[in-house]
């Protein structure tokens, strides 16, 4: 198979079901943890009723809103950090939900997160588990994500700092502003795309009750670190 060549990057004003396939097999790097991408979902905004963006801009989820190449961070179930990478153009919402990964770089730090009951396959598997390795947190919300080379965890932070104030009376302002302060007040995510194709597959979404049909999960067959069901999709058989 033909290589990707290095200076391909992913167009992240692209819809979510068609950026959602690019990520696999890359790297995304936060601090000192650093995950190869084994498994996402693609949400498609105010088109997908599964989506948080369905009913348009709301304080939770204007980041989903634009600008692309930021990090859209919810609390799932109250309890767990997930991580979306938003894209489609600037005001039309779209994300991809990181749903399970390999940790490749900063074992440690991702083993003392997730702590000593974890199976190593099992750090990154699922989107709270991954959140939780890498760091994520809700004040990470509109942190950007760049593309390129991945520079040294030792120049990177772990933690964020406060993020900016908000006006929930215009949600999708205050995404713009929390956007615009991203570089000053959070730290950045980077993503360096695989160099070689990666075989995937796509089936429907799980964890959600709407819109489940959709062939919009992605994931690397076979691969330890993917939610189950890891292998090919089984053919669909209606009920007689």
Request: glycine share 10%; proline share 10%.
């Amino acid at each position: 198979m033909a290589s990707v060549p290095d200076q391909v990057l992913v167009d992240f004003d692209q819809p979510a079901d068609v950026v959602a396939p690019q990520l696999l097999g890359g790297i995304l790097r936060l601090g000192h943890v650093a995950v190869r991408i084994t498994e996402v979902e693609a949400y498609l905004g105010e088109s997908d009723p599964a989506s948080h963006a369905f009913k348009g801009p709301t304080p939770r989820c204007a980041t989903m809103f634009g600008p692309s190449s930021h990090l859209y961070v919810y609390a799932s179930y109250g309890i767990h950090r997930a991580g979306n990478l938003v894209c489609s153009p600037d005001g039309h919402a779209g994300g991809v939900l990181l749903r399970g990964g390999e940790v490749v770089a900063g074992y440690n730090v991702a083993r003392r997160r997730r702590g000593p009951k974890a199976l190593d396959a099992a750090l990154a598997r699922g989107p709270g588990n991954l959140g939780q390795a890498m760091g994520f947190d809700l004040e990470l919300n509109g942190a950007e994500v760049r593309q390129g080379e991945i520079p040294d965890s030792s120049a990177q932070s772990d933690s964020a700092t406060a993020p900016a104030p908000s006006d929930s009376s215009n949600p999708v302002g205050s995404a713009e502003r929390a956007v615009s302060s991203a570089a000053v007040s959070l730290p950045v995510l980077y993503f360096r795309r695989a160099t070689e194709p990666v075989e995937f597959v796509a089936g429907k979404r799980i964890g959600i009750s709407k819109n489940v049909e959709a062939p919009l999960r992605f994931w690397i067959p076979g691969d330890p670190t993917v939610s189950t069901p890891r292998g090919r999709p089984r053919p669909f058989k209606p009920q007689v």
